[in-house]
């Protein structure tokens, strides 16, 4: 006897085991690893409302970026503003003048100048005859030198616009200077005091002008055209420059150094209900980084195995599950491969979505989860869904170190869409299973938002948009979840080789194209697959099972005898037994190759794998009794060795499934009920329970679940489909006793396919 190491060791070799222990450790793996990303990460984003206090873990120094910014921002609001000269104004007032004066000396009456202009500029023959004397003066300053050096002091006087004079006087406080730049490109500060607004102080401007400017350099005569030429078409003498401005005040801005403050461990940094800004964010990375160098690379080492060993735990709690649950997991690599890709996949994108982008964790974290418990619905059951679907909530709300109220969340939101999910019949259904889920997790987000969000703040409104809209957002991923999956339901379909209610019915549809073909070349195989379907979907539903596939299965099983129709005893309606030629050898090559035809015609035609096992295993292993009797009889006329059961039997496999071992029974039921001549009640009854007992004892249920009371549910009711079938009806004067259709195919019965004697042995 082994020992207990022995056994142990032979255990752990076996390949399932060995694969699941690889699943095991990739997933946790990855789990550690997307863990320790989310811990040493954190997910604070500028906008956060805080609902409980941040500390300082250990002593750090950090930029006090909120006192910086604001030291930064009064230096440069300090800074003076520059404003550059008018160009285009004082080019224009320059022309005008030096036009003036150039025409005076040529001038011999005042009627050589518009009258328009005479009156705007003031022009009078004293104007005439001053300005010839003063340009004709070899002594006098020269005229144009006058008009630059005028202009020159016109300069000094900072005219404003309105919007940059109110804006320097509201700055004053701060800003005590200007820095104009005049035409000559000389730079001139110049105190708030003297600026003047272009809209108010023009009448000062003209003053000024006038009493500093024209009274000291031109004659007295010319005073007042010149004034005039200047006010004519005023406007400001400075604009801002905001380019110039700008650059001035960041520079001062970057002379400001940095304000480090040294902050102690269990330091509040962040208080409740503080919405988190540029520079909170900054602080709490600060933070944490002095955290990451205070513990060390021991303690680091520390937090990494404990990390680990929540998903190691995790993981393996999960894998004992689908070992006791559901054993075909465990037991296919692929499965096993399918569904550890999946969770892997699944939480990879729930961590880095939401480390990308945790404003909207609410979606990123959510939707992962759903898909899951989605999914794993559709591939096996609600109950196996709904396990591995909470262990994937787990590891996401660990991984990301979510609070209790979201991990509320997701248990709303699987637990809501696994429910609902029994079957896809329609395109609506996940829909419809999206809203509600959307609904139940967004109800769940108001409540806990409400009882752990600081609702005592004055800004409650803000509060309570906040809680609307992650509400919002869990709604929109629920609806969004199951639009994906519904896009992405061939692919989980042929991944997980599973077949939807939906992808049934449209098997279902006579038009399809290999239904129809087995109609027009196979009539007889038709009908008799109508019948089956009949017979089989009310023995599904008496047990419970799914009825659906396997009407959709009765429909197929036999599409292999379209090859050769005229083979099998329902389509020979000219009487001919084309088998009467044959050995019994060929003729059995001929009635088991059906089977391996169907499966062939499935891949072409594309059908599902649930479907094609109907078609392989409608006759299981059973023995072809009539071509088995024929040749032990022809073997004992010729003298040669008899067959043994074993060459007239069926390759198989045995059903796998209730659906396939309820197809097989009723198959042979209904073949062999058309052989009955006088289908009573009281015998349709015999042959049904003697048929399910031939296939008990010979085997063929052993490897679908099945039980007695199963068996006896479906013996009652296909009973109770070919009394309703065979049902008795009055018969008239005159008219005789009709021998039921089914029996005129008696005679031929010794071709049929497992024929009806076989059957009921």
């Known amino acids: 006897m082994p020992s207990l190491r022995d056994r142990w060791t032979q255990w ?26 989310a811990h040493w990460r954190g997910m604070r984003y500028v906008g956060q409302t805080m609902i409980e206090p941040v500390y300082s873990r250990v002593e750090f120094e950090a930029v006090n970026e909120e006192r910086t910014e604001e030291a930064r921002s009064n230096a440069g609001q300090k800074e003076p503003a520059v404003f550059q000269a008018n160009k285009e104004f004082f080019d224009r007032v320059r022309e005008k003048l030096l036009n003036l004066g150039s025409r005076s000396a040529t001038l011999e009456s005042i009627d050589q100048i518009e009258e328009k202009t005479r009156t705007a500029w003031e022009i009078t023959p004293e104007v005439v005859k ?23 002091d016109v300069a000094s006087i900072p005219l404003l616009r309105a919007i940059d004079y109110e804006r320097e006087t509201d700055l004053a406080q701060l800003a005590y200077q200007i820095v104009i730049r005049r035409p000559d490109g000389a730079a001139d500060y110049r105190l708030d005091p003297s600026l003047l607004n272009f809209d108010t102080d023009r009448d000062k401007f003209r003053a000024q002008v006038m009493n500093s400017l024209v009274a000291t350099r031109f004659p007295k005569e010319i005073r007042g055209t010149v004034l005039a030429v200047l006010m004519e078409d005023l406007a400001p003498t400075y604009f801002l420059d905001t380019q110039a401005t700008s650059d001035r005040r960041q520079a001062s801005e970057a002379r400001v150094a940095p304000i480090v403050e040294r902050l102690m461990a269990n330091q509040l940094l962040i208080g409740v209900g503080r919405t988190l800004k540029p520079f909170d964010v900054k602080l709490l990375e600060a933070e944490r980084q002095a955290y990451v160098r205070a513990i060390g690379p021991v303690r680091q080492r520390l937090v990494t195995l404990g990390h680990v060993g929540l998903m190691v735990l995790l993981t393996a709690g999960l894998w004992v599950y689908v070992w006791h649950y559901k054993p075909r997991v465990a037991f296919n ?11 892997g996949l699944m939480l990879s994108l729930a961590v880095f979505g939401t480390l990308g982008a945790p404003k909207y964790a609410h979606c990123l974290a959510v939707f992962p989860t759903l898909i899951v418990a989605l999914v794993l619905t559709i591939a096996y059951d609600q109950r196996f869904a709904l396990a591995v679907a909470a262990a994937h909530a787990v590891m996401v709300v660990v991984c990301l170190g979510l609070p209790v109220s979201f991990g509320l969340v997701l248990a709303t939101g699987l637990t809501a869409a696994v429910a609902q999910l029994n079957e896809i019949r329609t395109r609506s259904k996940l829909m419809w299973v999206g809203l509600w889920t959307g609904v139940a997790m967004a109800a769940v987000v108001w409540l806990t938002g409400l009882a752990t969000r600081p609702m005592h703040l004055s800004a409650n409104l803000d509060q309570l948009q906040s809680i609307a809209w992650d509400g919002l957002k869990v709604l929109l991923s629920g609806i969004g979840t199951c639009v994906v999956v519904q896009g992405a339901l061939p692919a989980i379909e042929k991944t997980f ?53 396997c009407k959709v299965g009765a429909m197929y099983h036999d599409i292999g005898k379209v090859n050769k129709p005229l083979y099998f005893v329902e389509n020979q309606s000219d009487g001919h037994n084309r088998h009467e030629k044959l050995s019994p050898a060929m003729s059995l090559l001929i009635i088991v190759g059906h089977v391996k035809d169907g499966v062939e015609m499935a891949r072409d035609y594309g059908l599902p794998t649930s479907i094609r096992h109907f078609i392989e295993s409608h006759h299981g292993t059973t023995l072809v009794e009539f071509f088995y ?11 040669t060795a008899a067959p043994t059961e074993f060459e007239f039997r069926y390759p198989g496999p045995k059903p796998q499934t209730r659906e396939a071992a309820i197809l ?83 005679p031929l019965a010794p071709a049929a396919d497992v024929s009806a004697q076989s059957r009921t042995g």
């Open 12 to 37: 752990l070799l076996r390949r399932q085991v060995l694969w699941s222990l690889l699943y095991i450790a990739c997933l946790a793996g990855l789990g550690g690893v997307l863990t320790l990303t």
């Open 130 to 152: 001053a300005l010839k004397k003063h340009v004709s003066d070899p002594t006098a300053t020269p005229w144009r030198q006058l008009v630059d050096g005028f202009l020159v």
């Open 333 to 343: 690599g692929m499965r096993g491969l399918a569904l550890t890709l999946l969770m």
């Open 497 to 549: 080789k599973v077949t939807t209610s939906m992808t049934l019915k449209e098997l279902n549809d006579a038009s399809h194209p290999l239904l129809r073909r087995l109609a027009q070349e196979a009539p007889g195989t038709y009908q008799h697959s109508l019948r089956l379907a009949d017979l089989a979907e009310a023995a599904a539903s008496a047990v419970g099972a799914d009825a659906l596939l």
């Open 629 to 639: 009797q024929a040749a032990k009889q022809r073997s004992g006329r010729e003298n």
């Open 664 to 746: 097989m029974l009723g198959d042979a039921i209904e073949s062999a009920s058309r052989a009955i001549s006088d289908p009573t009640p009281i015998r349709l009854e015999q042959l049904v329970h003697a048929i399910a007992q031939k296939r008990l004892m010979d085997g063929q249920f052993d490897h679908c679940n099945l039980t007695l009371a199963d068996l006896h549910r479906i013996e009652e009711s296909m009973a109770k489909m070919l009394q309703a079938i065979y049902h008795a009806r009055m018969k008239y004067p005159g008219e005789e006793r009709q021998v039921p259709g089914p029996s005129l195919n008696q």
